[in-house]
């Protein structure tokens, strides 16, 4: 065999290998016998299950209409799924998280208009604010979680503990739990916790909703006082011993644990861990509560929602009106209770039937006094990263002003 | 003595699938380095060298991510060279113990990365980890660390967790290489009464050193590129003290969708690795002869 | 007392290998909260279940084969494409291989979250997007700089005089490169070989990108969606990393004789 015998082969196997790939592609949404499918993506792998019988059930309803469900880990889902969902390859129906994505989204021009649909009659009109920008309804939440702190009510009953009203009650409540032995707080701190216990813990000292909008104006700086007594605060959780030992390399699964084996009494973390929790110690009695962070008279919110899941329809998509339906399906109360009661999440649709004892123990949270994640109005990601390496910084034992000062200058890089 | 014309069509069929598949896009990439694309929408401007401009006056967290970067690759080069070529020395010859600890050693090399952040993930957790519970257990306590929260070590322990993926798969290539070099002068160096460092430095070490400057070279690179394991074991933190170049560019274009500016930290990042690639080639090459 | 101080260097690393896999292959067999308050300790007993939940609730069989159908393309290809241009650079005149050597390392260092869009959009309008020749060209591609630079570097070391005694001898390139040059780099491609075998495996990244068809999800990519499932359930996690992983220690195993005789018939000749 000679060099051009050689080059020949290598030509006839690439052009079998590509060849075999066109006749391999068929990305058509319509099949030979006139059904459609839909492509539905999403980032709730722990969901697959209850969407995988909540399609079946679509499908036999909507005769014609085929579901294809891509699940991403949010990770990825971040990264690659908005490149597919921009060529209208995948994600007829996909999902945004609020914020920044949203934003980023919309920017883009990826979702339809879904204001006019009957469907978002059936949401509760006050949770739909997530996503909606410029009067138009892009998208709609579907779920409703509450990012605070979860505790063990059987420990908190033994020790006689009330939930706590001002700084001072928080501080006396975590101090009884660890005199008693118990880590009062188990804190993910290497990655969720930050972000979410940040939350609750500035909800008061900054009350004003669109503090994260002023910062990145610059007509706020972290090194004022709002936010330097957060980091204060969050010091002196830390100093006091009140999260576990090495909070800042405990991973969300670690702190779960700790909770699970009743070495903690309150999880950092949010209503979502409920499930998992229960999961590995069934009989555990759970309630919600957040730090309040100033004397009792002078707090303003109870605790902190977030609206999140928000589904929308591809403006690229083929399949418009079948992927309207769908979401129309989802938002049908028998459907949302099935699915809120088998993956314990609370909903921002109307009248679901909670059947599960964590989602009944926890609704009373609807109707509290709860804002919006504050966190998830800021909307450049090199901020948010810097407001919470900020308070790492401080659990790891920097002072709160210069750990402040530290994360102003990254935001100084981003305000005009 | 020349290779005949005919050596150019050898070249063909690689370098086609190269030039499309892998300059094409990079070079549209470093095209992106003068906008200010976001990575999705179909309109953008050019800003000239500003995003250039910006990482080297404004940028503090790249410097940071730069400084770390440094940090994670000399440990991991060092540790990860030596380890590999000591125990290649030891299990040059192909008996069976050898061959079983060369699979053995070589076996982190076949998890992916994500399967290894997971692993190591667990074996570091503070209270409820291997380590930590083991430390414990025997009274070491004051060596049950807080691997990776701790700012100052946690980039060191991720430098360990690389070292342990990747030694078997370094040892490899140094073994191909010893077993390169003919017994035969192993042979005359012991008749001429050699011992065994002067064995190493005469016989060894000038034929060992091409596969030396390939481990150097590979692992300096790979250690930049250690994306998967920081970013699923620590995602930077805690207070950016294991960010890396390579996890900042990352989320300056899937976080903060900056794509242009992405693109201009990609560049940098591409000479800054050129650069330390080339010396350390430069240096082993003339160590060997 | 120097064999001894090797033989306990050889052990304890050994042993930080092992300990953890252990660690791995027990959680396998234990509840969530059994491995947190028991990590060292076998299990209870040896129960498959989580094993098999997993082959009953995946498409393993698919998976497996598309994963082993792309690994092995992918890296006689690499290799082949790989070692003709490496055998080339030997053989050009310094300039154009010093040329074409630096076009090949270059691309070494280019990381790659940032080609990835370019090259997604690329893929897409080629129409390659969910077939497994699309992952397989990327994936030569992509990993040719890495063979190229280290088979070069390995076939630098042949004694020039062996090509061109050769050549003399009325022998053409492709002769020369099927009698001299590859016999004589079988160590350095039965490692090349390895390390290309385990990149492709484990490839992540391009077939999230490519792959949104379950008739086309490779290993890694099924194995990412079930942790998305099992957040935070270690031991279904571990399961699944060892379902994943089983194939490449079996073909190890098996293939570490074939590289074996590769790297002596090498060795002989040197």
Same mark, same amino acid.
């Given at each position: 065999?000679?060099?051009?015998?050689?080059?020949?082969?290598?030509?006839?196997?690439?052009?079998?290998?590509?060849?075999?790939?066109?006749?391999?592609?068929?990305?058509?949404?319509?099949?030979?016998?006139?059904?459609?499918?839909?492509?539905?993506?999403?980032?709730?792998?722990?969901?697959?299950?209850?969407?995988?019988?909540?399609?079946? &059930?679509?499908?036999?309803?909507?005769?014609?209409?085929?579901?294809?469900?891509?699940?991403?880990?949010?990770?990825?889902?971040?990264?690659?799924?908005?490149?597919?969902?921009?060529?209208?390859?995948?994600?007829?129906?996909?999902?945004?998280?609020?914020?920044?994505?949203?934003?980023?989204?919309?920017?883009?021009?990826?979702?339809?208009?879904?204001?006019?649909?009957?469907?978002?009659?059936?949401?509760?009109?006050?949770?739909?604010?997530?996503?909606?920008?410029?009067?138009?309804?892009?998208?709609?939440?579907?779920?409703?979680?509450?990012?605070?702190?979860?505790?063990?009510?059987?420990?908190?009953?033994?020790?006689?503990?009330?939930?706590?009203?001002?700084?001072?009650?928080?501080?006396?409540?975590?101090?009884?739990?660890?005199?008693?032995?118990?880590?009062?707080?188990?804190?993910?701190?290497?990655?969720?916790?930050?972000?979410?216990?940040?939350?609750?813990?500035?909800?008061?000292?900054?009350?004003?909703?669109?503090?994260?909008?002023?910062?990145?104006?610059?007509?706020?700086?972290?090194?004022?006082?709002?936010?330097?007594?957060?980091?204060?605060?969050?010091?002196?959780?830390?100093?006091?011993?009140?999260?576990?030992?090495? @909070?800042?390399?405990?991973?969300?699964?670690?702190?779960?644990?700790?909770?699970?084996?009743?070495?903690?009494?309150?999880?950092?973390?949010?209503?979502?861990?409920?499930?998992?929790?229960?999961?590995?110690?069934?009989?555990?009695?759970?309630?919600?509560?957040? +730090?309040?962070?100033?004397?009792?008279?002078?707090?303003?919110?109870?605790?902190?929602?977030?609206?999140?899941?928000?589904?929308?329809?591809?403006?690229?998509?083929?399949?418009?009106?079948?992927?309207?339906?769908?979401?129309?399906?989802?938002?049908?109360?028998?459907?949302? @209770?099935?699915?809120?009661?088998?993956?314990?999440?609370?909903?921002?649709?109307?009248?679901?039937?909670?059947?599960?004892?964590?989602?009944?123990?926890?609704?009373?949270?609807?109707? &509290?006094?709860?804002?919006?994640?504050?966190?998830?109005?800021?909307?450049?990601?090199?901020?948010?990263?810097?407001?919470?390496?900020?308070?790492?910084?401080?659990?790891?034992?920097?002072? +709160?002003?210069?750990?402040?000062?530290?994360?102003?200058?990254?935001?100084?890089?981003?305000?005009? | 003595?020349?290779?005949?014309?005919?050596?150019?069509?050898?070249?063909?069929?690689?370098?086609?699938?190269?030039?499309?598949?892998?300059?094409?896009?990079?070079?549209?990439?470093?095209?992106?380095?003068?906008?200010?694309?976001?990575?999705?929408?179909?309109?953008?401007?050019?800003?000239?060298?500003?995003?250039?401009?910006?990482?080297?006056?404004?940028?503090?967290?790249?410097?940071?991510?730069?400084?770390?970067?440094?940090?994670?690759?000399?440990?991991?080069?060092?540790?990860?060279?030596?380890?590999?070529?000591?125990?290649?020395?030891?299990?040059?010859?192909?008996?069976?113990?050898?061959?079983?600890?060369?699979?053995?050693?070589?076996?982190?090399?076949?998890?992916?990365?994500?399967?290894?952040?997971?692993?190591?993930?667990?074996?570091?957790?503070?209270?409820?980890?291997?380590?930590?519970?083991?430390?414990?257990?025997?009274?070491?306590?004051?060596?049950?660390?807080?691997?990776?929260?701790?700012?100052?070590?946690?980039?060191?322990?991720?430098?360990?967790?690389?070292?342990?993926?990747?030694?078997?798969?370094?040892?490899?290539?140094?073994?191909?290489?010893?077993?390169?070099?003919?017994?035969?002068?192993?042979?005359?160096?012991?008749?001429?009464?050699?011992?065994?460092?002067?064995?190493?430095?005469?016989?060894?070490?000038?034929?060992?050193?091409?596969?030396?400057?390939?481990?150097?070279?590979?692992?300096?690179?790979?250690?930049?590129?250690?994306?998967?394991?920081?970013?699923?074991?620590?995602?930077?933190?805690?207070?950016?003290?294991?960010?890396?170049?390579?996890?900042?560019?990352?989320?300056?274009?899937?976080?903060?969708?900056?794509?242009?500016?992405?693109?201009?930290?990609?560049?940098?990042?591409?000479?800054?690795?050129?650069?330390?690639?080339?010396?350390?080639?430069?240096?082993?090459?003339?160590?060997?002869? | 007392?120097?064999?001894?101080?090797?033989?306990?260097?050889?052990?304890?690393?050994?042993?930080?290998?092992?300990?953890?896999?252990?660690?791995?292959?027990?959680?396998?067999?234990?509840?969530?909260?059994?491995?947190?308050?028991?990590?060292?300790?076998?299990?209870?007993?040896?129960?498959?279940?989580?094993?098999?939940?997993?082959?009953?609730?995946?498409?393993?069989?698919?998976?497996?084969?598309?994963?082993?159908?792309?690994?092995?393309?992918?890296?006689?290809?690499?290799?082949?494409?790989?070692?003709?241009?490496?055998?080339?650079?030997?053989?050009?005149?310094?300039?154009?291989?010093?040329?074409?050597?630096?076009?090949?390392?270059?691309?070494?260092?280019?990381?790659?979250?940032?080609?990835?869009?370019?090259?997604?959009?690329?893929?897409?309008?080629?129409?390659?997007?969910?077939?497994?020749?699309?992952?397989?060209?990327?994936?030569?591609?992509?990993?040719?700089?890495?063979?190229?630079?280290?088979?070069?570097?390995?076939?630098?070391?042949?004694?020039?005089?062996?090509?061109?005694?050769?050549?003399?001898?009325?022998?053409?390139?492709?002769?020369?490169?099927?009698?001299?040059?590859?016999?004589?780099?079988?160590?350095?491609?039965?490692?090349?070989?390895?390390?290309?075998?385990?990149?492709?495996?484990?490839?992540?990244?391009?077939?999230?990108?490519?792959?949104?068809?379950?008739?086309?999800?490779?290993?890694?990519?099924?194995?990412?969606?079930?942790?998305?499932?099992?957040?935070?359930?270690?031991?279904?996690?571990?399961?699944?990393?060892?379902?994943?992983?089983?194939?490449?220690?079996?073909?190890?195993?098996?293939?570490?004789?074939?590289?074996?005789?590769?790297?002596?018939?090498?060795?002989?000749?040197?």
């Amino acid at each position: 065999m000679n060099v051009k015998h050689m080059m020949l082969a290598v030509f006839i196997l690439m052009t079998v290998v590509l060849g075999a790939c066109s006749s391999e592609s068929s990305g058509e949404s319509d099949s030979a016998d006139g059904s459609k499918t839909i492509s539905f993506i999403h980032w709730r792998g722990e969901d697959k299950e209850v969407f995988d019988k909540l399609i079946e &059930k679509f499908e036999k309803e909507n005769e014609g209409i085929k579901v294809d469900m891509t699940i991403y880990p949010s990770e990825q889902y971040q990264s690659t799924a908005q490149t597919l969902i921009r060529d209208g390859e995948v994600g007829d129906v996909f999902t945004s998280f609020p914020g920044s994505q949203f934003e980023i989204m919309d920017k883009a021009g990826l979702m339809t208009d879904l204001s006019g649909e009957e469907f978002v009659s059936n949401f509760n009109e006050s949770l739909l604010e997530a996503g909606q920008k410029d009067g138009k309804q892009w998208a709609v939440p579907y779920q409703l979680v509450f990012n605070q702190p979860v505790y063990n009510k059987g420990i908190f009953e033994e020790l006689g503990i009330e939930i706590p009203e001002s700084w001072e009650e928080f501080l006396a409540m975590n101090e009884t739990l660890k005199e008693n032995g118990y880590s009062p707080m188990a804190f993910p701190g290497a990655d969720i916790g930050p972000g979410q216990l940040m939350n609750s813990m500035m909800m008061n000292n900054a009350t004003d909703e669109d503090i994260f909008t002023q910062l990145e104006n610059g007509e706020t700086k972290l090194t004022d006082e709002w936010w330097v007594k957060t980091l204060s605060q969050f010091k002196e959780l830390a100093d006091k011993g009140y999260f576990q030992d090495d @909070s800042l390399g405990t991973k969300h699964d670690g702190a779960i644990a700790l909770m699970a084996q009743e070495k903690a009494a309150m999880l950092g973390s949010g209503s979502y861990a409920m499930a998992s929790i229960k999961e590995q110690n069934p009989d555990m009695e759970l309630g919600l509560l957040a +730090p309040i962070t100033v004397p009792a008279d002078e707090a303003v919110y109870e605790g902190i929602h977030t609206t999140t899941f928000m589904l929308a329809v591809n403006k690229n998509s083929d399949t418009k009106d079948e992927a309207k339906k769908f979401i129309e399906f989802l938002s049908q109360p028998e459907n949302a @209770s099935t699915y809120a009661n088998e993956t314990g999440q609370h909903l921002t649709v109307n009248d679901v039937n909670y059947e599960s004892e964590v989602l009944k123990n926890t609704a009373d949270w609807m109707d &509290k006094d709860t804002r919006f994640q504050p966190r998830y109005l800021i909307n450049s990601a090199d901020i948010e990263k810097a407001v919470i390496a900020s308070i790492q910084s401080v659990i790891g034992g920097t002072s +709160p002003e210069d750990a402040a000062a530290e994360a102003q200058k990254v935001v100084d890089q981003f305000v005009e | 003595m020349k290779a005949g014309k005919s050596i150019y069509l050898f070249v063909v069929p690689g370098l086609i699938l190269y030039l499309i598949f892998f300059i094409y896009p990079t070079i549209s990439a470093l095209f992106y380095s003068f906008t200010n694309w976001d990575g999705l929408s179909t309109e953008y401007d050019f800003v000239g060298v500003s995003n250039y401009v910006e990482i080297f006056t404004a940028d503090a967290i790249f410097r940071k991510s730069l400084v770390n970067n440094i940090e994670f690759m000399l440990f991991v080069v060092i540790f990860q060279t030596l380890f590999s070529l000591v125990f290649a020395l030891f299990l040059t010859k192909n008996s069976k113990r050898s061959v079983f600890l060369r699979a053995l050693y070589f076996f982190p090399t076949i998890l992916s990365s994500v399967s290894v952040a997971f692993i190591w993930s667990y074996m570091y957790d503070p209270n409820l980890g291997l380590i930590n519970t083991v430390m414990q257990a025997i009274n070491l306590d004051s060596l049950a660390l807080n691997w990776i929260g701790n700012e100052d070590i946690a980039i060191y322990s991720i430098s360990a967790v690389q070292v342990w993926f990747h030694t078997g798969q370094m040892l490899i290539i140094f073994v191909a290489g010893l077993q390169g070099i003919p017994k035969d002068l192993y042979e005359v160096a012991k008749m001429e009464g050699a011992n065994k460092w002067q064995t190493f430095k005469k016989v060894t070490w000038p034929l060992v050193a091409p596969a030396a400057t390939i481990v150097v070279a590979y692992t300096t690179i790979q250690s930049f590129k250690a994306f998967d394991l920081i970013f699923a074991m620590t995602r930077g933190g805690p207070n950016y003290s294991t960010e890396i170049l390579a996890t900042l560019i990352y989320n300056t274009a899937f976080r903060s969708y900056r794509f242009g500016y992405a693109s201009a930290e990609s560049v940098i990042f591409m000479i800054v690795i050129a650069i330390i690639t080339i010396v350390q080639m430069r240096v082993l090459r003339s160590k060997a002869t | 007392m120097d064999r001894l101080g090797k033989r306990v260097l050889l052990i304890i690393y050994a042993a930080i290998i092992i300990i953890p896999m252990l660690t791995v292959f027990f959680s396998t067999f234990k509840t969530t909260s059994q491995m947190y308050e028991n990590p060292i300790g076998l299990p209870e007993s040896f129960n498959f279940s989580n094993y098999v939940q997993i082959f009953n609730e995946t498409a393993m069989a698919t998976y497996f084969k598309n994963s082993v159908i792309v690994t092995l393309v992918s890296v006689t290809f690499t290799l082949f494409f790989a070692s003709l241009i490496a055998y080339a650079i030997t053989r050009m005149n310094k300039w154009m291989g010093g040329l074409l050597f630096g076009l090949f390392t270059l691309g070494m260092m280019v990381p790659a979250q940032v080609n990835m869009i370019p090259l997604y959009s690329l893929i897409y309008r080629l129409d390659l997007t969910n077939t497994l020749s699309g992952l397989m060209i990327v994936n030569i591609s992509v990993t040719l700089p890495v063979a190229v630079f280290i088979l070069t570097g390995f076939m630098k070391t042949i004694p020039k005089e062996l090509f061109e005694a050769c050549t003399i001898d009325g022998a053409n390139n492709w002769q020369v490169y099927r009698r001299i040059a590859l016999p004589l780099s079988l160590p350095s491609l039965s490692a090349t070989a390895i390390f290309l075998f385990v990149m492709h495996w484990n490839d992540l990244l391009y077939p999230l990108l490519f792959i949104t068809k379950d008739e086309y999800k490779t290993l890694p990519l099924a194995l990412l969606e079930f942790q998305g499932q099992y957040m935070t359930n270690f031991p279904m996690l571990f399961t699944g990393v060892m379902i994943a992983s089983a194939p490449m220690i079996i073909a190890y195993v098996f293939l570490q004789r074939y590289f074996i005789a590769g790297m002596t018939a090498g060795s002989v000749k040197g």
